[in-house]
């Protein structure tokens, strides 16, 4: 399960080190305005499909890969977030 999550990170890691044309993960990593507009995008798909009761797994995937993708846009390294999680650790 987390090996997902890793490969996601390692694959925006490697996209915006070594960009390839037309990649819509690119796409994301270069343009900081898109990637914010599909973060909140997706969150509110993911809200209003909790409420419906409706695709809430597809759109909740949608969300972490946006997420991961704003991360690493915004120089946001994911060890410090979850260093920042440890130390909330009770």
Same mark, same amino acid.
């Given at each position: 399960m987390l090996d997902t999550l890793e490969s996601l990170f390692k694959l925006a890691r490697e996209r915006k080190n070594n960009p390839i044309d037309g990649s819509y993960t690119n796409k994301l990593l270069s343009n900081k305005i898109l990637s914010k507009d599909k973060i909140i995008e997706e969150i509110n798909e993911l809200i209003e499909a909790v409420e419906k009761n409706t695709n809430k797994i597809h759109e909740a995937a949608d969300?972490? *890969?946006?997420? /991961?993708? *704003?991360? &690493?846009?915004? &120089? /946001?390294? /994911? &060890?410090d977030v979850m260093e920042e999680l440890n130390k909330r650790e009770k």
């Open positions: 969300v972490f *890969y946006h997420l /991961i993708m *704003y991360l &690493e846009a915004n &120089e /946001i390294k /994911i &060890e």
